[in-house]
């Protein structure tokens, strides 16, 4: 370390001994960074175990057998993924379209109501989510397609797509907004219409902004615990069609929990499957971070 | 003339997924309100002993205040930090990555976290200590991004003029700067309840039980919730989910109303601070 950045660190320091108030709010900033790291810590600790007998089984078995002591996670990371495209192919296209419907079509006065009912179907909590898929998606998807039990991979990302719209059309809208009124006034001066503005000047720079929000839905999709839990079935295979349950890694988590003692082989595999999901989630929010900044230079 | 009957179509289309969105809010509004016949005056004040809610509505409401009490003044002392005082070099880039990646952390991963770290590390058991801490942690990125951006419109002249008397720059931040974002604070507060009061996965392990023999005397007793309620009784007891109708509606009052109040409040104050127009 060169002494000049040492001087840069020790005056740093040296900075907040004057001023006790600073030392506070720095610590309240920097816990967030200290969570993340206490949760990393403690989700891999609990999972070592299972990771260090059976190792990138558990990302790639196929069987989860208690007697059998096999803890193969890869049905229920299929399921994740499965369960997380379904949904994204039906909310990229009405959340994109609704956020550049908000933000530039919609006169002024409607577009803060629209959002926020927007903002209220995001905050619906997910246990209600899984409710109403119980109670109107789970019996329409059965007797539409003909099955036995309506809990299936499709009722799952029906509902979680409409999770996940909110999302898209929040972060994307914000987005679209932000692009100078310069620009577009530009556009329309040279005699574009409105809708090749938005073609020619708005979609363009805004494209990292939406790609960004798409990935941020895939972060909470792939994430979403209860609601999937409540409507995809929980069966632990891997199957190639949508009408078929399928179990997800958070979906398992929680209904597994409750029945492994803690320090099993069975509550560390668990915890291996968590450390997934938050590597998982951890790149990804990380990746659309950087799709933004990008972005904004750009811009 | 044909190019803006074209342009008429394309936003017409456009405007089907804005319409698809509205159905489905008021859809679910409409199915949930098929069920308020369940509800009445005595479920809601009678003991779950006897087959009413009343511990699980309190329960819910200690959860989401004890949390908010927490990441309040944490998330708040975070964004003055961030907007008032972080040196723009990479630690600061670093905290804000950190603040994103909390707020996507899926809740079934933060209720592990909190099941290892509250409820055994710290020996705070199954209890309403622990789901405080957990929760706390999902309200805590609300709470700064709202703050921070309720902060920053506060015109500087205002720090500058306190300042200028001779405040030192906490004294200064403190009495001109978070007072005029106050209003946009406690919005953002608000809205992080609206997020947890529902909240089922980081709950799960942590603080809740399906039936407790009346309300907690200490925080370090479990807690029965509303949400916690629907969600056993339909995937771990099998039971329809009209059997918990009375109790899905308060939630989703509960939920939309602390959304409502906070979306309220948001256009209220920004029709009533001058300086932001």
């Known amino acids: 370390m060169s002494s000049k950045r040492l001087n840069k660190i020790s005056s740093f320091f040296l ?19 200290i969570i993340l790291f206490l949760m990393l810590f403690f989700v891999a600790r609990e999972g070592a175990l299972a990771f260090s007998r059976f190792g990138s089984d ?36 009405i959340g994109v379209c609704t956020a550049i419907f908000v933000s530039e079509v919609l006169p002024f006065h409607i577009r803060d109501p629209i959002k926020s009912i927007i903002e209220l179907l995001a905050s619906i909590p997910s246990v209600i989510y899984g409710f109403i898929g119980l109670l109107l998606v789970v019996p329409f998807v059965s007797s539409f397609f003909g099955l036995v ?108 929990m409750g029945e492994a003692p803690v320090g099993s ?35 | 003339m044909g190019s803006q009957t074209k342009e008429r179509i394309l936003f017409f289309a456009l405007g089907v997924p804005v319409v698809i969105c509205l159905l489905a809010f008021f859809w679910i509004a409409a199915t949930l309100f098929t069920g308020v016949g369940t509800l009445s005056p005595e479920f809601l004040t009678t003991s779950a002993l006897k087959g009413g809610a009343l511990e699980m509505i309190v329960g819910t409401i200690y959860l989401f205040l004890g949390a908010a009490a ?24 670093i905290i804000d990555q950190a603040i994103n990646n909390l707020a996507g952390v899926p809740s079934i991963i933060i209720g592990l976290f909190g ?15 622990a789901g405080w801490l957990t929760l706390a942690l999902m309200i805590l990125p609300i709470v700064i991004r709202g703050s921070e951006e309720a902060i920053r419109i506060v015109p500087k002249s205002f720090k500058q003029a306190a300042l200028a008397l001779g405040a030192t720059k906490w004294k200064a931040i403190s009495l001109t700067t978070l007072i005029a974002a106050a209003p946009g604070i406690v919005t953002s507060v608000i809205l992080g309840i609206a997020r947890v009061a529902g909240e089922t996965a980081a709950i799960l392990f942590t603080s809740c039980v399906i039936i407790t023999r009346g309300l907690p005397s200490s925080p370090l007793e479990p807690v029965m919730a509303l949400s916690f309620n629907i969600y056993v009784r339909i995937v771990a007891q099998g039971e329809p989910p009209e059997s918990v109708f009375g109790i899905a509606l308060i939630l989703f009052f509960i939920v939309v109303a602390f959304s409502l109040i906070a979306i309220i409040l948001r256009v209220y104050y920004r029709r009533k601070q001058p300086w932001l127009h």
């Open chain 1, 149 to 256: 039990s309506g809990q299936t991979a499709l009722t799952a990302s029906l509902i979680l797509s409409l999770m996940t719209i909110p999302t898209i059309v929040s972060v994307s809208g914000e987005i679209i907004s932000a692009v100078p009124k310069d620009y577009k006034e530009a556009a329309l001066g040279l005699g574009a219409t409105k809708w090749e503005t938005i073609k020619t000047v708005v979609l363009p720079i805004s494209k990292s902004g939406i790609l960004a929000s798409i990935m941020l839905g895939f972060g909470r999709a792939i994430g979403e615990t209860i609601a999937v839990s409540m409507v995809a079935g929980n069966q632990a295979h891997a199957p190639l069609s949508y009408l078929e349950a399928v179990y997800t890694i958070p979906a398992f988590i929680a209904t597994h």
């Open chain 2, 115 to 129: 099941f290892t770290l509250f409820s055994r590390q710290l020996g705070f058991g199954i209890s309403l200590m």
């Open chain 1, 15 to 33: 900075n907040l001994k004057s001023q006790p108030m600073e030392i506070v709010l720095f610590l309240c900033a920097s816990f967030s960074i």
């Open chain 1, 58 to 93: 558990l990302l790639f078995g196929m069987r989860w057998n208690l007697e059998s002591e096999l803890f193969g996670g890869f049905p229920l990371l299929y399921g994740s993924i499965m369960v997380t495209f379904g949904a994204l192919i039906i909310a990229i296209p």
């Open chain 2, 70 to 93: 927490i990441a309040g003044p944490i998330g708040v002392f975070a964004a003055i930090y961030l907007v008032e005082y972080a040196p723009s070099g990479k630690f600061t880039r």
């Open chain 1, 265 to 299: 082989m069975e509550y560390s595999a668990l915890f291996g499957l968590g450390l997934i999901l938050l590597i998982i989630t951890f790149i990804v929010n990380t990746l659309a971070d950087i799709v933004v900044k990008r972005g904004a230079q750009h811009g």
